[in-house]
């Protein structure tokens, strides 16, 4: 054997189809599935409409609410209707700026009908002092087969059973009652009893009123020795003189509660007598003294029922004071 002869490549078997078969089938599926890693992964056709549209769907809820708020931000209010019923002793309160005094034992039911103030008397008897009504809806009070249409005065209305009576003390009301229509003005009374009639009653005298001396703000009211002179002094006068009593009991209240004070006060102001007027001022002007959100109301149904009367004057000055503040939390 020659040393220098060199050997050539292994040889190498071919080979057979099954083998490469084999090794193809391998190779492509490798390619196959590094295809698979690299290539994004897209989403079915609903999920990217629904990934689309969601931002579309976000600006019509805002839209939907932002609407829905201003509609019912710019609706007129509807009124639930509030039933009041007096017990043994009057009771007043305020609807809107219609201050309202109950006579004892007295059934009211207040609601609003397209913005207008409407009361429904069931039984008893009630003082309405309404203030001038301008553009807006007149009250109305309804008492049986009356109704009775009011743009701005002060006025009473009693009912028993289907028996109806209408008082006017300031200005004017109409009353429709079964088809006709009568105007009843101030001094003058109707009656379901004799519809087709009005009568006149006699005015009482402002000049006899007695005069209930303001107090300063924040600090309680007192009735100094002119108001108790010139409020009349009759011996005779046994509620005259119960009236004036109460009102003194009242101004040493003020100081120790000034709601209850109110409350008596406005009680008081139900009576005829002469110490009426100077308790429905006392009761304005607290609570004009205590920022209370009836002190308009009070300070209208004083200047309403007593236009003449010994506080009118001061009624005024407070009204243009409140006026002139800035609103505010009351």
Known sequence: ???????????????SDAAWTRIERGLWSRVDADVAVSAPVRSPAWRR????LAPLALVATVVIIVGAFRWSSERPPVGEPSRVVSGASPSAISFGDVHIELDPDTALVMTHEAGQPIASLERGAVWFTVAPRGDRPPVLVRAGDATVRVIGTRFRVARSDEHVGVAVAHGVVDIAYRGDTHAVAASQRWSSDTPSEVETEAAARP???PVATPASSGSAAAVGPAAVASAP??????????????????????????????????ALSHTTGPWAGPALFAAARLATDRGDRRAATLLNAYLQRFPEGANAA?????????????????
Do not use: C, F, N
Request: net charge negative; hydrophobic share 40%.
């Open 1 to 15: 054997m020659k040393h220098d002869e060199r050997l050539g490549p292994p040889g190498i078997d071919p080979l």
């Open 49 to 52: 409409w629904r990934i689309a």
């Open 207 to 209: 000049s006899a009123l």
């Open 233 to 266: 002094r009759h011996a005779a006068d046994a509620a005259v003189d119960r009236d004036h009593a109460e009102y003194d009991r009242l101004t040493a209240l003020e100081a120790q509660s000034s709601e209850l004070a109110i409350a008596g006060y406005l």
């Open 314 to 330: 001061d009624a005024r000055t407070l009204r243009s004071r409140l006026a002139a503040e800035p609103p505010g939390p009351r």
